[in-house]
């Protein structure tokens, strides 16, 4: 199945239980389950990504611009999310499956898994009808350390248990800080460019492919998840999977 230049690399292989697929290019691997949905990324048969899945959620966005230091105060009024269920095959070529779900029975969505390159998949999410946030998220493994975000987001260098919102996370908290800032987590900055970009100790990098403001690494429980605020557009994460952090 799929385009002729591909087709020594890249498979997308039949399966005996309707519910199961796979897309495989050299030692990467992406196993889906369509019900219950989720999926899993592999490398050389070891699991980088694991039960990953989709959600959405409504809501707006009421962030705050501090002129003075370019700092930014994030606030949301979000409502509950609407996780994917159940998939669909919509659509599949040489090295990419489209699904399709029905979120809470009325909001359609679409995503699309790509291995792109012998070490990158790609996952692209679109929603219908305009939600505030779109966010694919995975199971954390017990030890897993996560280091990237942009230069100074934290002192401590492994961003495991927290939550990054990029361009609103950099806070002064030195001597000139106000004691009723300090006690709110500090004055707001802007000094640094955040970076959509991060690595784990498990052997996969996560690049969110987008320039729209409120992109959110939550790392702080027991699924890592990364959003973006749908009005920019679909949520496109692209998994990097090399053998080293170096090749990445």
């Not at 519910?19 to 070891?46: C, H, M, N």
């Not at 320039?211 to 990364?226: I, K, P, Y």
Request: proline content about 6%; some cysteine; overall charge neutral.
């Amino acid at each position: 199945m799929g385009a002729a230049p591909f087709a020594e690399h890249c498979a997308v292989p039949p399966n005996a239980i309707a519910d199961q697929l796979a897309l495989s290019r050299g030692t990467l691997r992406v196993e889906i389950t369509l019900r219950p949905f989720s999926f899993t990324v592999r490398r050389d048969g070891r699991r980088l990504l694991r039960s990953a899945g989709l959600w959405v959620a409504d809501g707006t966005a009421a962030d705050q611009f501090v002129q003075l230091t370019e700092g930014v105060i994030a606030h949301e009024d979000r409502a509950p999310t609407q996780r994917a269920q159940h998939a669909l095959l919509m659509q599949s070529s040489a090295c990419g499956l489209t699904l399709g779900f029905r979120l809470d029975g009325f909001r359609a969505a679409r995503l699309r898994i790509e291995i792109v390159e012998r070490d990158r998949v790609r996952l692209s999410l679109h929603a219908d009808q305009s939600p505030l946030r779109l966010g694919l998220d995975w199971e954390r493994r017990s030890e897993e350390h996560l280091v990237g975000l942009g230069v100074r987001h934290h002192p401590r260098f492994d961003q495991a248990g927290r939550e990054v919102q990029l361009g609103a996370d950099r806070r002064y908290t030195g001597p000139d800080c106000p004691a009723e800032m300090l006690a709110e987590g500090g004055v707001p900055q802007g000094d640094y460019a955040p970076m959509p970009w991060m690595l784990s100790s498990r052997g996969y990098g996560i690049w969110c492919r987008t320039d729209a403001n409120g992109t959110t690494f939550d790392l702080s429980g027991e699924r890592l998840s990364v959003s973006t605020r749908a009005h920019s557009g679909p949520l496109v994460m692209e998994v990097i999977c090399p053998s080293t952090p170096a090749a990445a």
